[in-house]
């Protein structure tokens, strides 16, 4: 890299604020290593004209001290289309970054790893959704955004865990259907469908970090710690979210945080949520039981220095397959 970070006078100046904001969740004595990084990242985001989206499964040195945009994958998205900003570093996984590049292609979009997948992306392909499509003629798809853009590209309309019973709904009135496609994630699809009454045929996919909760766990958290309130993700399995008091995308866990302030809570979730939503609401006790998301944590502070510096990863999608994904996302997107 060539320049040698110190922890200076001034390093230390220029991010005491910051360091206010996280000395809960980091200890002093890490600091230092941190802080170098994180300044140097901001000097460049300046230098470069670049943001950073990064998303709530960030971990707090990135959410709290280099997130310029931070969020759930709709709020990401939403930014990703307004930015006036020449770089988007995505601090998140490779379908975010797809979806960035996708509703902003004069941009450069680029991702720290290239290894940041997601076990839903992963389980489908576009030549899955035409077979579906065979199989089941007339049926609107709604895919998740958790998928590639060949995937989308196949779609009728896109979803995310923040606005999936509206898309569902709306897509079933303007079809005139009572039964949709709706890909890739099964516990998804089928919390949709207990919620909305309509109908999902799905796919067998499902997030790896969300599949592994299970309503005993639930049952032990509540006989453990009596009053806790129960927060859980829409990929959890359905037998989870029913146990749940709450469940929705983590933009909405995090609001459920900010207007009931429950005295304790648990968030049915990826790990790091509950380490950035304590850091807004201290006065709220967190039971941290949580499962990592491998791929969200292939994203690291000096894994975004090293992307900014050296302007990679770039994540490109081919014209043709962009133009065709763009639409159902921008359908998404026209659903307030
Ligand atoms: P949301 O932030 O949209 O709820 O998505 C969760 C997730 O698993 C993203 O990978
Ligand atoms: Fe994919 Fe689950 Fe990781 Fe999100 S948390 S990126 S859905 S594997």
Not at 102 to 128: F, H, Q, R, W
Not at 135 to 151: C, E, F, H, M, R
Not at 227 to 245: F, K, N, S, T, Y
Request: proline share 6%.
């Amino acid at each position: 890299m060539g320049l040698e970070l110190a922890y200076s006078d001034d390093v230390a100046r220029a991010t005491e604020s910051l360091y206010a904001k996280v000395s809960g969740v980091i200890p002093r004595i890490e600091w230092p290593a941190y802080a170098p990084v994180i300044a140097e990242i901001n000097r460049l985001k300046r230098e470069k004209d670049a943001v950073i989206l990064a998303h709530n499964y960030m971990t707090p040195e990135i959410f709290h001290c280099v997130g310029d945009f931070v969020g759930d994958s709709l709020a990401l998205a939403r930014e990703a289309a307004r930015t006036d900003a020449k770089i988007i570093v995505q601090a998140g996984v490779h379908f975010m970054a797809e979806t960035s590049k996708i509703l902003s292609p004069e941009k450069t979009v680029l991702i720290p790893s290239m290894e940041a997948g997601c076990s839903l992306a992963a389980s489908i392909t576009g030549a899955d959704v035409r077979l579906l499509r065979q199989k089941y003629p007339g049926l609107p798809v709604v895919t998740y955004v958790n998928t590639s853009a060949d995937v989308k590209a196949e779609s009728d309309i896109c979803c995310t865990s923040g606005n999936a019973v509206k898309v569902v709904e709306t897509i079933a009135k303007d079809f005139g259907v009572d039964t949709v496609i709706m890909i890739p994630d099964k516990y998804l699809a089928r919390n949709v469908a207990a919620q909305t009454g309509v109908k999902v045929i799905t796919w067998e996919g499902a997030c790896e970090v969300h599949e592994r909760f299970t309503a005993q766990q639930i049952r032990d958290y509540r006989a453990a710690h009596p009053g806790i309130v129960v927060l859980a993700h829409p990929e959890c399995p359905p037998e989870v979210v029913a146990e749940a008091d709450f469940a929705g995308s983590t933009a909405a866990m995090i609001n459920y945080v900010g207007d009931h302030k429950p005295q304790r809570v648990v968030m049915i979730t990826e790990c790091s949520m509950s380490d950035n939503v304590a850091v807004e609401y201290p006065q709220v006790q967190f039971v941290r039981p949580c499962n990592l998301c491998p791929h969200m944590k292939r994203i690291t502070l000096n894994g975004i220095l090293h992307s900014l510096q050296t302007m990679t990863f770039e994540v490109t999608v081919p014209a043709d397959i962009a133009v065709q994904a763009k639409a159902p996302i921008d359908r998404m997107l026209a659903i307030k």
